[in-house]
Structures are given as structure tokens and as C-alpha cells.
């Protein structure tokens, strides 16, 4: 009973996992660009949570605020934060130096993005992990001696139906075969008149949507955010990402639940302090057999949306 | 005048590839640009799409110009590339690909066109949910034309359209050349292939390092040999 407990809290970690990880691929798949501020905006949004529930906005502006507007205006800040980050990190490095997307450019400027937001809120709140208060919806259902919260079954809900809703955009709306084309081939998206300029904000939102959503989910479930909450769960969600297939956004949900319950299996058979090794051998087996991930393709680099 | 081209500067860092030219098309022209490889012809037709900025240059379309325009732009204008290696999606599905032709389209009537591509193209038809990645050489480039076709173009440019295509699609391609220009669409071909491109076209201009060192009616091309000999036959045998 306990370890079907554990697969359970696996698959629930994993909801969170599966978020972020489907915000990498969504960038990689269509910019090729690894954007190393999505720990950060994962981390914000969970932060920014606590902080509008706790004093509301900076510098006296406003009371603290109720749960639902909290939740919501955490999500707004880290869609406003990912479009901060496309204007002066992606959007700037390519009409200076051209096709920023063959460059190392935006990596590392996304990651002076990370480390400047995750110390401006370490100098403002502090290195200490905040307690968020319970939430007056967080009930427990027992079934049969297995506990299932609400909040963490609404997360799975959330992650799922973002991820099914943005397949279908993807495959079927008219904005979706724009980023497709651009991820396939930018150049003849171009000349068709796709317009990327148009087209990449959308892609830095979705990754703003995505992020903003898991920090909220996860700091409902655990109900505790740091400034460094992102480091690990970015690295687990590269991870799944890797494990499911590059470019593939189902296979990043898939490669994320599968980190999630791997690693609360290895909690219930070894301890917490294997978990780091057996995730990160996991990743390095999955690579050996099969280098391309479970779902993803062989072409990695081209076209993969 | 449809496509008025004047003083066209293309650079590529120092690579200067395209010096100040010009060219025009005619309303219901077929006008073949020719030249060895590295002539320019590629970057010729990639700053017509807007792909490149030019440096210098005017590009009018019907009058309106378009030198510093999006590609997006000059498609909504009326302009048309059949790209070089045809350059079709091939992780999209055939319809898909029709589709990304009426990107832009706002009117409600790129459907009739997208009917129209299949009825031209019956392989194409058979093909819809198939990947592209799944078309002959020939589908594909009839593929890269239908989309070209359904962005409701007056000016379609065609990039090499023959190469890697076996000589009985060639004929047919030539044959689509000159279907398409009688429907009322006015064409701007760049070809390797001299003799052709010169029979379907009324009028041509031969490309060296860039700029146009000749320019006459096609017919006029096609009988003095020496000289398109000269810089094409050359530029062949450098090249291979």
C-alpha cells in the first residue's frame, strides 16, 4: 500500500516535472535555444505566489492578497517576466548579430537572466524556505488508505490539459503551423511570410504560462517555496525531457512522470540520498540505449514540433 | 510594369553579390535569369523575396516599393519564390503545406485556390495527409509551386526549378511554366538549364560576379551561342 502511495506522490511530482520540461521542449523544439530562465520563472512565479498572499504588492501598494487572486497574479508576473527576458535576451541579440538561434548567445544570456532575478529575490526575501499557509481547499480524500489531496489531483488535471490544449494548438490552429514551419525550417517560413518576430513572444508566453503554472502547483502541493526551488526541478525536467525524446512534447510528459515516480521509488527503496544518482544513471542508461529518448526523433536538431 | 528592379545592391559582408542591377518583368512576362554558379542568381531572387536586405537598390511591385519591405509584405503584394532545393516542410502533412502557402490569406477564398492546386496536381490529391517527407522529387516540386500558387500570386520566381528532376518532369515542369503564364501569372525563372529556360521565356538576362552582362529577347539569346557560351558554358566547367 505504501508504494503504490509512492507511485501516486510520483506521478503528482512528475505533474510538475512534466510542466517545465514541455516549456524546454516548446523553446528548444522551435528556437533551438536552451532557455535557462525557466527554473527562474518556475521559482518566481512560486515565490511571487507566497509574496501576494503574504504582504501583496511591494513597497505597501496594496494588502495582502486573497488565495485565488495570489495564484493568478503569480502567473500573470512570470508570463510578464518570460516577455521581459524574449525583449532583452533573444529579441536584441538576434537583430544585433543576426541569427542569434545558431549561437550560445541566448543560453547565456538567459542565464545571467536566472541568476539576477534568483538573487534580486534572494536580497528581497531572503535564502529561507517560506511556509505558504494552507489553503482552504486543500482537503484529503482517503481512499482505501490512500491519501490523495485535492490540490495535487487539480495539478494533474492543470498539466495535462495545458499540454493536451497546446498539442492541439500546435497541430491544428493556424499560429501552431507558423511555429512549426519556423521550428522546421526558418527560412522558408520567412519567405512565405511567417513573421517570427510576431511569432516568438507566443513561444516565450506559452514557456511564461507553463512556468508560472508549475510554481503555483507545486507550491500548493508542498506547500513551501525558496529562491532556489528552481535549480533542482529544472535539472529534473531537462532531464525528462532528454529521457522522453527532444522535440517531443508528449514525450517530455511522458519523460517527466517517469523522473517523478523514479524518484520517489528510489525515496521508498534506498532513501532520499540515492535520489540524485539513480535519476541522473537513469538519464546517462536512457542516453546510452536509446540516444534520441523515448518518443523523440532521429533528426534531433531540425524540425521538431 | 509589374517588377521593376533598379540599382540592386546585394552584400554579404564583403562578399558582394549582386551590383547594382536591373531588371523588370512585364505584366504576363516570362523573364529568365541566367548565369553560371556564384553569378548571383540565388541572392538576386532571395532580396526580391526580402529574404536578404538589399544594401542599395529599388524594388517596385506594380509601383509600390518594396526594397526595405517584409517578406510578409511583398507576399500580401503578390510575390511568389519557389525557393532553391524547393525547401517544403517535410514534418507537415501535403495540405498542411498548401496551407502555410495561405499563411497571409485573409479573404475567405484560399480554399477554391487549395482545390485548385489539387486539380492541377492529382498526385498531390492523393497524397493530402501524407508527410511531404514522402513525395517523389517531382511531387515535391509541385508541391513547393502549389504553394507558392495558393498565396494568390501576379509574380511567381522559380529558383532552380528543374534541378534533380528527371528529364521527362522537366518537360512536364516546362509545360507548368507556360500554363501558369497564360492563366495570367507573370514569372521570373532562374535556371541552369539554358535551352529550356530560353524557349519558355520571351525575354533573359545572363548574370557574371553579380551583374548583368547581357540582356536581350530570348530568341535573340538563344542564337548568338558564343556568347552565352561564354559565360555560361564557362561558368559550367568551373563549377563541375
Redesign the interface.
Known sequence: MLLIQQLLNGVMLGSVYVTVAVAFTLTIGVLNFLNFTIPTLFMLSGMGAWALAKWGLPFGLTGPFPWPLALGGAVVMTIAASLVVERFTFRYMKAKYGDATEHAIPLVSSLGFLLIIENLIRIGYGTDPQRMDAISWDTTINLDGLLLRAPQLISLAVALAIVAGLTWVLKHS?IG??L??IA??P?????????SKRLVPVIFMLTGLLCGLAGILFAINYGEVSPGMGEEIGSKAIAGMVIGGLGSIWGAVLGGLIIGIAEMLTVHFFGADTVQVVVWGLLLAALFVRPQGLLGHHSIGK??? | MLLEVRGLDVRYGRNHAVKSLDLHVAEGEIVTVLGANGAGKTSLLRAL???VRPASGSIRLAGHELAQA???E???RGMA?V?EGR??????SVH?NL???A??RKDGDWTRDVDEVYDRFPNLAERRDMKASVLSGGEQQMLAIG?ALV?RPRLIMLDEPSLGLSPLFVTNLFDLIGELNRSGISILLVEQNTGMALDVARRGYVLELGQVVLSDEAQALAGNSALTQAYLGGGHAAAS
Open positions: 493556424r503551423r507558423g512549426r514551419a522546421e525550417n527560412d522558408a517560413a520567412n519567405i512565405l511570410g511567417v513573421d524540425g521538431k514540433l | 523575396q526580402g529574404a517584409t517578406p510578409a511583398r507576399v500580401r519564390l525557393p525547401q517544403i516542410f517535410v514534418s507537415m498542411e496551407l502555410m502557402g499563411y497571409l504553394r498565396s
